[in-house]
């Protein structure tokens, strides 16, 4: 999926053990956004549980306007100083 540059998105995580059942880190994750020349765009935002969940976790992020052409970013969530889960989407100046 495409996001508008400019626009407020919601970067989501939820925790896991290995039998499938969300499992609440020892600390907050915090999440970080890259651009594939590892530019880092977000610095170790921190995360907001999602009411009624153990483990759901969500992070408001605005695309900077200072990205001005179509990019592919990696969200990079960090939990419990081990743990990383990546995600990568593509942010556009316009949809075509």
Not at 20 to 43: H, Q, R, W
Not at 51 to 79: C, E, F, R
């Amino acid at each position: 999926m495409d996001y508008l540059i400019g626009d407020t998105i919601r970067l989501k995580a939820t925790i896991k053990d290995f039998a499938g059942t969300e499992s609440a880190p020892g600390a907050d994750p915090t999440v970080s956004v890259y651009k594939l020349d590892e530019t880092e765009l977000l610095s170790s935002g921190g995360s907001n549980l999602s009411s009624g969940t153990t483990a759901q976790y969500y992070y408001d992020w605005k695309i900077p306007v200072t990205l001005t052409s179509n990019t592919n970013l990696i969200a990079v969530w960090s939990w419990d100083d081990t743990h990383k889960k990546k995600m990568t989407f593509s942010v556009i100046t316009v949809l075509s």
